[in-house]
């Protein structure tokens, strides 16, 4: 690994990181606040709510509708599709921009240019998650919302696997292709994809195939009721692992552009 490129790389993810960062926290703050002053209202608005419907929505979590929103909808989106774009970019951004020869120039091998990157994309998730943990974790607490602050670090937890698993795909592609637009539409489109499966197929009672979708190990065990699931996590770890050893192994030997 560089510390040259993983220096220049976290600088150029900082002012995205910091703007999404900074409109999870907004967005946290104000529905977590909205959710506790109207919490009677929307549980009798949701309570006659069919039961898989209710998970649909969100609404089955601790703390009911809102809290399932920011949890199940907003941050990971959120956070997946940075994963998804920053990922994408990562080594085929460099190839598309024709400063991937300036990097190759460098004293390091092409493993730690590729190593370099994931790097300061891991950093970066790291970060805007961290910011999104202590904004729920300080509305939980101010506006009493009924979760501890185990269970919000343990989703949180879950949350940043889910996103590094989609950035380690959008990385993959890229190294494969050399073509961002391509990564991201790739990894993107088996984000949006897997979601929809994971949340519609309990509605037709399949259940146990929403094992298949990696969105499946972030919630499926509603880590905000229950806390760590060290088993979805391993599984979350592996598929990232396994996408980045194929990235890897090809951006070693492909010939590079740029």
Known sequence: MSTDILTKDVRE????VLGL??????????ALAIGAGLEDTIADLTESFPEALSAFMGADV???????EVFNLIAPLALVGYAV???????AGEEEDGTMAVLAAQPVTRTGILASKVGGLLLALTAAT????????????LFGIGLTQSAIAATCLHLLMLAVTF????????????RPSVA??????????????NAMLPLADLDGWARLSPWYYYSGNTP??????????LVLAALAALALIVAFSVFERRDLKG
């Open 130 to 141: 961290v910011l999104f943990w202590a904004s729920a974790a300080a509305s939980s607490a």
């Open 13 to 16: 993810r900082r002012a995205p």
């Open 184 to 197: 991201a539409a790739t990894a993107g489109s088996v984000a949006a994809l897997s979601y929809v499966t």
């Open 85 to 91: 774009a920053g990922g994408a970019r990562a080594t």
């Open 21 to 30: 960062a900074a409109v999870l926290v907004v967005l946290t703050v104000f």
């Open 224 to 233: 905000l009721a229950n806390g760590l699931d060290p088993t979805h996590l």
């Open 167 to 178: 950035g380690a795909l959008a990385v993959a592609v890229g190294a494969i292709t050399g």
């Open 62 to 68: 601790p703390g009911g509708y809102v809290v399932g």
